[in-house]
C-alpha cells in the first residue's frame, strides 16, 4: 500500500469493478487514451491485473487511488515491466476520474509510484505514453520528472482519427 498526503494506493480488489468499468467507459476518460473497448475485454484486463506483482510479472501492476479524506476510489495508476540486458523499465500510466481531474491527484500517486518503483534495484527506468494533444498528462508527467524522448507520428488511432503518440522516460 502507497500513502501520500491525501490518497491511498492498493492493489485492485474485485469490488473495484463497478469503478473500474464506469471509468473505462467513460468517453471524458477514454478521449485520449483510446477506443471504448467491448465489457468483456474490459473485464479481461481488469481481471488480469488482480495477481499480485513483481517486476517478473507478464502483467500490470493496478492500483486504486483512494481518497483519504472520502474514502472513495478517484482513480487507477500502475505499470507494467519489461527486461532488458538484466534491468526493468517500467511503462506507468493512470486515469482520473473526471469529478478528481484537476486536483493534483495524478501527479501526487504518480510520484509516489514513481518513488516506489524506483525502490525495486532492478528496476532503472520508467516510460509513459501520451496521445499527442493531451496536455493535462504531459503537465503530469513533467512535474513528477519525466521528460519527452519521442515523438511518434501518426501512431494510434482513436475514434478514426490518427495522432502522434509522446514518450517519455524518467530515470532512476
Keep these: 500500500m502507497l500513502q501520500t498526503t491525501r490518497t491511498t494506493m492498493r492493489p485492485i480488489i474485485e469490488d473495484d469493478w463497478p469503478f473500474y468499468l464506469a471509468l473505462t467507459t467513460n468517453p471524458a476518460v477514454m478521449r485520449f487514451v483510446g477506443d471504448i473497448q467491448t465489457r468483456e475485454d474490459i473485464r479481461q484486463r481488469f481481471e488480469s491485473s488482480l ?20 474514502d472513495a476510489i478517484i482513480g487507477v495508476t500502475g505499470g507494467q515491466a519489461r527486461k532488458l540486458a538484466g534491468e526493468f523499465t517500467v511503462e506507468v500510466g493512470f486515469l482520473i476520474d473526471p469529478s478528481a481531474s484537476g486536483y493534483g491527484y495524478a501527479s501526487e500517486s504518480l510520484f509516489a509510484l514513481r518513488k516506489w518503483l ?9 516510460t509513459a505514453t501520451v496521445t499527442e494533444g493531451n496536455e493535462a498528462s504531459v503537465r503530469v508527467l513533467e512535474k513528477c520528472g519525466f521528460y519527452q524522448t519521442e515523438r511518434v507520428a501518426d501512431n494510434y488511432q482513436i475514434a478514426g482519427q490518427q495522432y ?7 530515470k532512476s
Excluded at 517486476?55 to 483512494?66: G, K, Q, V
Excluded at 524506483?118 to 520508467?126: R, Y
Design 118 to 126: 524506483f525502490s525495486h534495484e532492478a528496476i532503472t527506468g520508467l
Design 51 to 70: 495477481p499480485a506483482w513483481s517486476p517478473e510479472a507478464d502483467h500490470w501492476l493496478m492500483l486504486a487511488i483512494i481518497n483519504t479524506e472520502t
Design 164 to 170: 502522434a503518440d509522446l514518450i517519455f522516460t524518467c
